[in-house]
């Protein structure tokens, strides 16, 4: 099955799970994941709230933190055994970052954080019943589809970065218009399919057909973390997008 996510890759957790001996008792398991992905959001929301009550003292460290965060990452994705020692500093890391954003926003728009985790949390709950109930079929029409649109994002997002360093600006970042928000509310929808994914190729992974080892927990509940974290972020821009009109 093909993913969604490009975090998950069924063929790199397969390579991984033919290459190794997996000992009884060391292998993924659903609950395994489950636990560590609670873990890992518990640390982000304790670096949440350390840079949210600090935030003038924390401010000028952000983009330091965004940048570790970033390489923590990067290590995380291309040498995966390293997700259990580095997928915990990199929980606390991006909750710090989320702090700072989050005040960032609260300030110019009271009670809005509130709003967005809530939002956050609730689409999470109706994918997982979305998906536990079989609602949506994760096919693999519907997961070709998905993935090409979550790559052209990602792509638009890195050629406007990109972009930013040379100091073009596009008005979508700037802009608060319909348009603006109607493309968030599609981004939001994309991340908020992407659970299906992440849902589907967990169960996956930890059934009778493939045996993983006990690490490859970290790296699924640190993926599905990233999911999560971009869903906040967009609905976050969404509410403070629509606020301002």
């Given at each position: 099955?093909?993913?969604g ?8 957790y397969?390579?991984?799970a033919?290459?190794?001996r ?7 398991t ?16 304790i670096?949440?709230?350390l840079?949210?009550?600090h935030?003038?003292?924390?401010a ?6 965004v ?10 994705i291309?040498v995966?055994k ?16 989320l702090?700072?954003?989050?005040a ?30 079989g609602?949506?079929?994760?096919n ?45 509310v ?7 399919m ?6 589907a ?34 609905i ?8 301002s009109?």
């Amino acid at each position: 099955m093909a993913q969604g996510n490009p975090l998950f890759n069924e063929a790199a957790y397969e390579k991984v799970a033919q290459q190794q001996r997996v000992r009884v008792g060391e292998e993924m398991t659903l609950q395994g994941t489950i636990n560590k992905s609670f873990f890992l959001l518990l640390l982000c929301a304790i670096g949440g709230m350390l840079s949210w009550n600090h935030y003038s003292a924390m401010a000028p460290w952000g983009m330091p933190i965004v940048l570790v965060v970033f390489v923590l990452s990067m290590i995380i994705i291309f040498v995966k055994k390293s997700a259990p020692m580095l997928a915990p500093l990199y929980a606390f890391g991006e909750g710090a970052v989320l702090g700072l954003v989050s005040a960032a926003y609260n300030m110019q728009y009271q009670g809005i954080v509130a709003q967005a985790i809530t939002l956050t949390l609730l689409v999470f709950g109706i994918m997982l019943f979305v998906y536990r109930t079989g609602i949506i079929k994760v096919n693999k029409t519907f997961v070709i589809g998905l993935t090409a649109v979550t790559g052209a994002i990602a792509l638009f997002y890195l050629v406007s970065l990109g972009l930013m360093m040379f100091g073009i600006h596009l008005s979508y970042f700037t802009s608060n218009s319909g348009w603006a928000i109607a493309i968030n509310v599609f981004i939001c929808i994309v991340a908020a399919m992407n659970f299906l994914i992440d849902f589907a190729f967990i169960d996956h992974m930890t059934s009778n057909q493939v045996v993983a080892p006990k690490y490859m927990e970290w790296y699924a509940a640190f993926s599905l973390m990233v999911t999560l974290v971009w869903l906040y972020l967009e609905i976050l821009r969404t509410l403070g997008r629509s606020r301002s009109r």
